[in-house]
């Protein structure tokens, strides 16, 4: 079946500029991830929705970011005003469930350069 | 902090050889995922050992888990040219429930 897919794959944005960044993740997983990863860094967890709980927010490094994910399946990654050190690949994954213990699924991520 | 750290960074063989990467962790963990990722986009999962465990198989990859020294390895086993990529392990620390934090990585390079 279709796996976790993002867009777009590749954005350019002036700074200052708002961008969204999408993410549909595979149908009937409940957990939806969020990460950034920057040029040879590691993950960097941004958000968690888990079903029709409130989200984990507590990786999101700023009040530009915000994250929505509607009917607990797609999901919108916005960051306004642009810096350019948001630049980086954003990684959205899904799992079945919710645990630790779940494998987590990605996207093929979208690069974001802000300029 | 990362949980999760690698060594080494990076890593170069050649073909045929073994190639064994390092994880070491601070706080007590559920279990313990080895990620594969290939030019930077998304990672794809290995293999997931739990605290309980101390050894796990699934084809060529072989991870250890010693809980006392809070560290993993993951062995690639005969290396092969596509197995180039950045591993990642990730943790599952007791109390967050479905957080993994990742580590920095290990650029692996198999020469042909």
């Known amino acids: 079946g279709a796996g976790v897919s993002q867009s777009p794959s590749n954005k350019v944005t002036e700074k200052g500029k708002d961008v969204e960044l999408r993410c549909d993740p595979i149908?009937?997983?409940?957990?939806l991830y969020w990460y950034r990863q920057s040029l040879g860094q590691g993950l960097e967890f941004l958000i968690y929705?888990?079903?029709?709980?409130?989200?984990?927010k507590s990786g999101l490094p700023s009040d530009r970011f915000s994250a929505e994910r509607t009917g607990g399946s797609v999901s919108t990654l916005t960051i306004q005003r642009t810096q350019q050190e948001d630049s980086a690949v954003y990684l959205c994954?899904?799992?079945?469930?919710?645990?630790?213990?779940?494998?987590?699924?990605f996207g093929p991520g979208t690069r974001l350069t802000v300029t | 902090s990362q949980q999760g750290e690698e060594d080494p960074q990076a890593l170069s063989i050649q073909e045929g050889e073994n190639a064994t990467m390092n994880c070491s962790y601070k706080t007590s963990i559920n279990n313990l995922q080895w990620y594969r990722q290939n030019s930077g986009r998304g990672l794809v999962h290995l293999i997931l050992?739990?605290?309980?465990?101390r050894e796990k198989h699934s084809g060529r990859l072989r991870v250890t888990l010693d809980t006392s020294k809070k560290s993993s390895s993951l062995l690639i086993t005969a290396s092969r040219a596509a197995d180039t990529a950045s591993y990642f392990c990730?943790?599952?620390?007791?109390?967050?429930?479905?957080?993994?934090?990742f580590g920095k990585g290990t650029l692996l390079t198999v020469n042909p």
């Open positions: 990730a943790t599952d620390a007791r109390g967050s429930n479905y957080k993994l934090t």
């Open positions: 994954a899904s799992s079945l469930g919710g645990g630790g213990s779940d494998e987590q699924y």
């Open positions: 929705f888990q079903g029709n709980s409130a989200p984990d």
């Open positions: 050992i739990r605290s309980n465990e």
């Open positions: 149908s009937g997983h409940t957990a």
